[in-house]
């Protein structure tokens, strides 16, 4: 924990797709974020080859499947969070292990800038003061 630093918070940014397979793709996931699937097995389910979506990806997106799952995922956190979840409940909801909360931690402060309990409290109070 003595690793992650803080930086100024940020709002999160999920990029759209705008080619049809990667949409049908981002629906599936958005659907299921705990989703594992490959973006392989991922790409033959929406009509693409193995190499399609990782390359639309990064050039729609300017971003690898695994960044973009991860940011994806992140932005899942938002939904459950505010219903009173704690980290690792959000977590899991939304595809990591327990095993891997500390990756979550980190994913979520890296991408947010705050860590996810920190930023629940926060909204917590400014939702008191609105």
Not at 3 to 11: G, M, N, Y
Not at 59 to 66: A, D, P, R, Y
């Amino acid at each position: 924990m003595d690793e992650l630093r803080e930086k100024p918070e940020q709002p999160l940014h999920l990029p759209a797709p705008q080619d049809d397979r990667l949409q049908s793709l981002a629906r599936t996931l958005a659907e299921n974020p705990a989703d594992n699937t490959s973006l392989t097995e991922l790409g033959k389910a929406v009509g693409a080859g193995s190499r399609t979506p990782s390359r639309l990806l990064r050039n729609e997106l300017g971003m690898t499947f695994s960044e973009w799952r991860t940011r994806l995922r992140i932005f899942h956190t938002f939904a459950p969070s505010p219903a009173g979840y704690d980290t690792t409940r959000t977590a899991y909801a939304c595809g990591w292990s327990n095993s891997s909360l500390f990756i979550f931690i980190a994913a979520f402060t890296d991408i947010i800038g705050t860590t996810p309990g920190r930023y629940r409290a926060g909204r917590r109070g400014a939702e008191r003061g609105s």
